[in-house]
C-alpha cells in the first residue's frame, strides 16, 4: 500500500486495520504498509497525537509505542478473570498464542493471571479455570522474589523487560525453569512469554556438579577417587542409587567396590538385579554404555530398582547408576552418565599417572642412594689393607646412609656355637651384647643371621615385629627403631667371612634392593679373600696341621674298607656340578680288586687304572660327592699328604689364609665330626715360588685349559710309552680328539711363556 501524498488521516486508518483499540504499535509495523520511510510515518504519527487520536509511550532506550484508546482506558480496565474484551482479543488473535512451544501470560495490574495459553498451561500442570486468578507470587519460588520485583520494575518503565530465568512451581509441588520475556499490553495488563528451559537448567546444574567434582579429583590419589566415585555419581545424576565395580588386573575379577544411595538411604536396602553382573561384564568387555530400563520382571522382589545404567570406565571399571522409576535414563540423562564417567576415569588415569611417575621418581633416587652407597664402599675396599679395615669400613658407610639404620658383621665361633659380633656402626656395642644367636638350631626357629652363614643365602626378616625368629632380639632392636633387616653371607667361593646384617627402620625392605646387596657381600668377601691371600703370600711361614679322622664315610674310606688295603691321595682335579677325578694310589693290593670294590660304590661313576707296578698301582676315578680332598680345596686349605686305611685317615694340611686354627678344624669338623687335630707347627715356606707360579698360571689358563692340561699330566699322557692317549683322554672328557689336541696345546703354549718369556 503506498501514497505519493501520506496523510495523517490515512495513517490512522492504516493503524485502526492492524488491531483493536488498544494495540501497541511500532514505528516499523505501521510505515510497513506504506512505500516510504520510517521517518515520514513517525512524523504522521507525532502528528496524530498531537491532534489526540493516537497515545504514544517510549519503550527501551530508544524505542516508542502507538495505540489507539480504548473508549474506558481513563477508567482503567473491567476487573474480572474471564474479561477477554479488548486486549486479549489481540494476544489470543497472535499466532505465539496457540504456540505449542510458547506459553502465554496475561497479567493484571495485581499480578494475577488474567489469561493464559494451552502451553503454559501445560509447563504449570494447571486447568485453565485454576490459573485464572493466580499470584505470581503463589507460582514463584522465595529466591526468585527479587528478580521477579526488578523485571516487574524494568517493564513499567520502558514498556519490555530483558528476557530472564526463573522457576515456577509445578502442581505436583516440583519446580520447571523458565526463560520469561514481559511486555507492556496497556496501562493496565502485561503480557509474559515463556519458553520452558528445565532440561537445559538441569544440565547445567548437573555440569556445575561436574566441574564441582573435577576440581576435587584434580590432587585425589587414586585409591580415594576409587571410594569416591558413587557419591560423586549421586551428585551430578539425579538417582537414587550409584556403585563402582572395580577391576582388578592381578585376579581379574570386576567387583563391587563402593556403592551410595541418595539422602538417608542404605545402598544395600535397594537390592540388586539378578544379572547385573553379566550386565556389568558385558559393559567392561565392550567399553559400551549399557541400559536396562524396565527390569521390573527381571530382579528380586526384595529389589526397588527399575532402571539401570552402567558405562565403562576404561581399565579401572565400571559406574552403575540406578534409579526407581522405569524409564529413567532418557538420552540426555545418558550422556551426562558418560561425561561424569569420562571425566572420573580422567582424573583416574591422571592420578595413576602421577603415581607411577612419582613411583619411577622414589625409585630413580632410591637407586641413585644405593649406587652412591656402593661405590663409596667400594672404594673402601680398594683402599684397605686388612679385614679389620674392610670390616669397619662398610658396616660404617652403610650406617651413615639415609638407606639403613646401623649394620654390623659377625662371624661364627666354632668354640661357643654363636654368631660374635666383629665390627658396627650406628648401635651400641650394649645391643650387640645383648644378642645370643645360637648357629646351632636349624629347622623352622633358625636364627636368620645364623642361616644366612650357614646356606650362604641371603635372609630378610621383614618385620621384626612378627618374625618369630626374632623373638630373641625383638625388644631390643624395636627399642634402636628398626623393624626390618637383611642378613647378607659374606663368602667368596668356598671361603666363609660371616654375615653382614643391615637394619631398615619400616617393614617390608625394598626385594630390589636384595640382589644388589647379596652381590654387595661376595665383593666384601672378596676383597677380603684379597688382602688374606696377600697378607699369606707375603709372610715366610706357614702353619702345617695334623688331622687324623676316625669312622670316616669318605669314598676313599669306603674303598679302602672294602679292598682292606692302603690308599694314598695324589690330586684332585675339580670338574663341573661338583663332580672332581680324583687319583690315588694303592699299595700291596691286586689292581683288579680295587677296580671291582670301586665300581661297586655309588659315589665312583667312573674308574681306570692308570699304571700298575709290582707293589703299587695308581688310579683316576670320577668321584660324585664331596670328599675330605675336595672339602679342604674348598675351603682354601692346601692338602700336603692323605693316607687312608679302614680304620683311620691321617691328613697333613696346610691352614688356609683368614682363619684360626679354630675356625678351620671346626670347618672340617661340620663333616667330619670324629676329625681330631694331633699336630701343628709353623714352618718356612719350601715352594714359595712354585705357589707364586701356580696363582699366575690358574690366573692365564682358562678352567677347561687346566682341566685337560693337569688330567694329562696325572694320568701319564706325557710319559714314554704314554700311559693314556689323546684319543683315550678326549673319550673321558667327551670331546673331540682335535679339540681335546686345542685345549692341551693351549694350555702348554701359555705354561712355556710363563716359565720361558722374560717379559
Known amino acids: 500500500m503506498g501514497s505519493s501524498i501520506l496523510s495523517p488521516a490515512r495513517v490512522l486508518e492504516v493503524v485502526d486495520t492492524l488491531g483493536p483499540p488498544g494495540t501497541p504499535l511500532t514505528t516499523p509495523e505501521v510505515a510497513a504498509e506504506f512505500d516510504c520511510t520510517d521517518r515520514t510515518v513517525y512524523n504522521k504519527l507525532e502528528e496524530l497525537v498531537a491532534e489526540g487520536p493516537l497515545k504514544t509511550k517510549k519503550v527501551g532506550a530508544r524505542g516508542r509505542v502507538w495505540w489507539r484508546p480504548v473508549s474506558n482506558e481513563t477508567e482503567g480496565p473491567k476487573e474480572g478473570p474471564k474479561n477477554l474484551n479488548g486486549p486479549r482479543e489481540r494476544v489470543r ?17 495485581d499480578f494475577t493471571i488474567r489469561d493464559a495459553n494451552d502451553a503454559f498451561l501445560e509447563m504449570a500442570g494447571m486447568e485453565f ?87 576435587e579429583l584434580i590432587n585425589t590419589k587414586t585409591e580415594t577417587i576409587a571410594d569416591r ?34 539422602g538417608d538411604e542404605d545402598a544395600d536396602a535397594f537390592g540388586l538385579p539378578s544379572e547385573i553382573s553379566d550386565w556389568v561384564w558385558q559393559t567392561f568387555i565392550d567399553t559400551d554404555v549399557h541400559v536396562q530400563n524396565d527390569i521390573g520382571g527381571q530382579i528380586d522382589e526384595s529389589s526397588s530398582l527399575r532402571s539401570c545404567a552402567f558405562v565403562p570406565l576404561g581399565r579401572h571399571g565400571v559406574v552403575t ?38 613411583e619411577r621418581n622414589d625409585e630413580l633416587e632410591r637407586l641413585d642412594r644405593l649406587n652412591a652407597l656402593i661405590r663409596g664402599v667400594h672404594q673402601h675396599l680398594v683402599d684397605a689393607d686388612s679385614r679389620e679395615t674392610i670390616e669397619q669400613a662398610v658396616v660404617e658407610q652403610l650406617a651413615d ?26 648401635v651400641d656395642d650394649g645391643y650387640l651384647d645383648m644378642l645370643s644367636i645360637s648357629t646351632e638350631r636349624t629347622g623352622l626357629n633358625e636364627d636368620p643371621i645364623a642361616a644366612a652363614i650357614r646356606t650362604s643365602d641371603l635372609q630378610v626378616v621383614a618385620d621384626v615385629a612378627i618374625d618369630p625368629r626374632a623373638a630373641p632380639w625383638r625388644e631390643v632392636t624395636l627399642d634402636r627403631g628398626a623393624r626390618s633387616c637383611i642378613s647378607i653371607p659374606l663368602r667368596y667361593n668356598r671361603s666363609k667371612y660371616g654375615v653382614l646384617t643391615v637394619y631398615i627402620s ?72 661338583g663332580a672332581a677325578r680324583l687319583f690315588f694310589v694303592t699299595e700291596d693290593v ?170
Open 93 to 109: 488473535s497472535h499466532p505465539v498464542f496457540d504456540s505449542g512451544m510458547v506459553g502465554v501470560i496475561v497479567w493484571g495490574s
Open 129 to 215: 479455570e485454576e490459573a485464572l486468578g493466580t499470584s505470581w507470587r503463589d507460582l514463584t519460588p522465595e529466591e526468585f522474589y527479587l528478580d521477579s520485583e526488578r523485571h516487574i520494575e524494568q517493564v513499567e518503565e520502558t514498556g519490555s523487560g530483558v528476557p530472564y530465568e526463573k522457576q515456577y512451581y509445578h502442581s505436583d509441588g516440583s519446580c520447571w525453569w523458565g526463560l520469561f520475556e514481559s511486555q507492556v499490553l496497556n496501562d493496565s495488563e502485561k503480557v509474559e512469554f515463556v519458553i520452558e528451559i528445565t532440561d537445559r537448567k538441569e544440565s547445567e546444574v548437573a555440569l556445575e556438579r561436574l566441574n564441582d567434582a573435577s576440581r
Open 229 to 262: 566415585v558413587a557419591s560423586l555419581a549421586l551428585a551430578i545424576l539425579d538417582v537414587e542409587y550409584a556403585a563402582l565395580w572395580r577391576y582388578d588386573d592381578r585376579s581379574g575379577d570386576l567387583e563391587e567396590h563402593a556403592a551410595d544411595a541418595a
Open 321 to 358: 547408576f540406578g534409579s526407581t522409576q522405569a524409564d529413567a535414563f532418557d538420552e540426555r540423562t545418558v550422556e551426562l552418565a558418560e561425561t561424569t564417567a569420562a571425566t572420573v576415569e580422567t582424573a583416574w588415569n591422571r592420578a595413576q599417572g602421577e603415581h607411577q611417575l612419582n
Open 401 to 426: 646412609s639415609a638407606l639403613y639404620e646401623f649394620a654390623w658383621i659377625g662371624a661364627r665361633d666354632p668354640g661357643t656355637d654363636t654368631v660374635t659380633p666383629r665390627e658396627w656402626a650406628g
Open 506 to 577: 619400616s617393614p617390608q625392605s625394598d626385594e630390589r634392593d636384595h640382589a644388589v646387596l647379596k652381590e654387595l657381600g661376595e665383593t666384601i668377601a672378596h676383597a677380603i679373600d684379597a688382602v688374606e691371600t696377600k697378607r699369606t703370600l707375603l709372610s715366610d711361614s706357614v702353619t702345617e696341621l695334623t688331622l687324623e679322622i676316625h669312622d670316616g664315610d669318605d669314598v676313599l674310606t669306603a674303598l679302602a674298607q672294602a679292598s682292606d688295603c692302603e690308599i694314598t691321595f695324589d690330586s684332585l682335579v675339580p670338574l663341573r656340578d
Open 590 to 759: 691286586s689292581a683288579k680288586e680295587v677296580l671291582d670294590e670301586a665300581r661297586r660304590l655309588p659315589s665312583i661313576a667312573e674308574v681306570t687304572l692308570l699304571r700298575e707296578a709290582e707293589t703299587e698301582s695308581v688310579f683316576e676315578a670320577t668321584v660324585t660327592g664331596s670328599t675330605l680332598a675336595s672339602h679342604v680345596i674348598e675351603n682354601g686349605g692346601l692338602v700336603r699328604s692323605l693316607t687312608v686305611t679302614a680304620e683311620m685317615t691321617t691328613a697333613i694340611i696346610d691352614q688356609p689364609a683368614g682363619t684360626t686354627v679354630r675356625e678351620f678344624v671346626e670347618t672340617i669338623r661340620i663333616e667330619y665330626p670324629s676329625a681330631d687335630l694331633v699336630a701343628r707347627h709353623s714352618r718356612d715356606r719350601p715352594i714359595r715360588t712354585r705357589e707364586d707360579m701356580r696363582t699366575v698360571l690358574s690366573e692365564r689358563l682358562t678352567d677347561r685349559q687346566r682341566e685337560i692340561l693337569e688330567t694329562a699330566y696325572r694320568s701319564g699322557y706325557f710319559e714314554s710309552p704314554r700311559v693314556q692317549t689323546g684319543r683315550d683322554l678326549s673319550e673321558a672328557f667327551d670331546i673331540t680328539q682335535s679339540t681335546f689336541s686345542h685345549h692341551l696345546r693351549e694350555g702348554e703354549r701359555r705354561l712355556c711363556e710363563l716359565v720361558f718369556d722374560s717379559a
